[in-house]
């Protein structure tokens, strides 16, 4: 019985090999990598643009581009702290016949070439807010396509922030905005909602509401929340903010005015602790290699 187990193991071992050497991972046919230059800004301006033949990323921490690259929420990449605060800017050409869904392998690719990353999986078991259905009417809106022009095939992820409010293009369509203390969101799933509501928090935000189709979203904030909320937003995203602010904005960390403004979408974060799959950095260099 071993001996037909050890064989079994060394042809799976043999196929496995074979597969990978017929189609490898695909790869950038050119890659510019460079550390974002300081700003002296006080905000925020990241973005990743995707076309048939390039992809430009500009000042999107190495963690975003971990998570990106694997397929993963930002929570779920464990490593050293800088990595949430460095961010780096690439320009890269796409091969030809390569398409803008083997974006996150190319992407894996670079980061073990020019970043030496290496890592394991593991789950941990995190403290959670669960999206789930309130007990009021639901408020989403169904969103309607009457009029839209059809989305051509490129992805344009683009989020900016600063003191006056947030706005994110999602892509495919999707947007929303948060300034003035309303947050406005257009076609909008119940996860891509649940991903944009946990740059407000303090806790990852799982989406458990089974809602299908996209939904336009809307709720309002007092000045107070509005400001706790931008600057969670600033936190979570890796920006640097200065030390004074930092410090009043955790000293009162137990204010969360994110559930009362779900609430009014008819919907609710229930507190839970889940086990979560997490990536795990065990190497990563600060300074890529040379372009």
Do not use: C
């Not at 059809?150 to 947030?166: K, Q």
């Not at 600033?234 to 009362?260: C, D, H, T, W, Y």
Request: proline letters at 8%; a neutral charge.
């Amino acid at each position: 019985m071993k001996t037909l187990f050890a064989i079994l193991m060394a042809v799976h071992a043999f196929l496995f090999a074979h597969f990978h050497a017929q189609h490898p991972k695909p790869e950038f046919e050119v890659a510019s990598v460079h550390s974002t230059p300081p700003s002296q800004e006080h905000g925020m301006s990241l973005s990743l643009k995707v076309d048939a033949s390039q992809v430009r990323v500009i000042a999107l921490p190495l963690r975003d581009i971990i998570a990106t690259a694997y397929r993963l929420k930002p929570y779920q990449i464990s490593g050293p702290e800088w990595i949430a605060t460095t961010p780096f800017d690439i320009s890269a050409k796409i091969p030809a016949g390569a398409t803008i869904q083997q974006l996150p392998d190319m992407l894996q690719s670079l980061l073990v070439e020019r970043f030496g990353l290496t890592f394991h999986r593991e789950q941990k078991e995190l403290p959670v807010y669960a999206l789930v259905i309130g007990k009021g009417p639901l408020k989403l809106r169904p969103h309607s396509t009457d009029g839209e022009a059809a989305i051509v095939d490129r992805l344009t992820w683009a989020l900016s922030g600063n003191p006056a409010g947030v706005s994110n293009v999602v892509g495919d369509g999707s947007s929303y905005s948060f300034a003035g203390g309303k947050f406005e969101g257009k076609k909008l799933t119940a996860t891509a909602l649940a991903t944009e509501l946990e740059r407000y928090s303090p806790r990852p935000i799982v989406n458990m509401t089974q809602l299908t189709g996209a939904f336009d979203a809307t709720f309002t904030a007092t000045p107070e929340a509005y400001g706790q909320l931008l600057g969670r937003a600033a936190i979570n995203s890796g920006m640097v903010m200065p030390p004074q602010m930092r410090i009043q904005l955790e000293s009162n960390a137990e204010f969360n005015a994110l559930p009362e403004a779900v609430e009014q979408l008819g919907l609710k974060l229930e507190s839970r602790r889940m086990p979560i799959d997490m990536l795990v950095v065990d190497d990563v260099r600060k300074a890529p290699t040379d372009n």
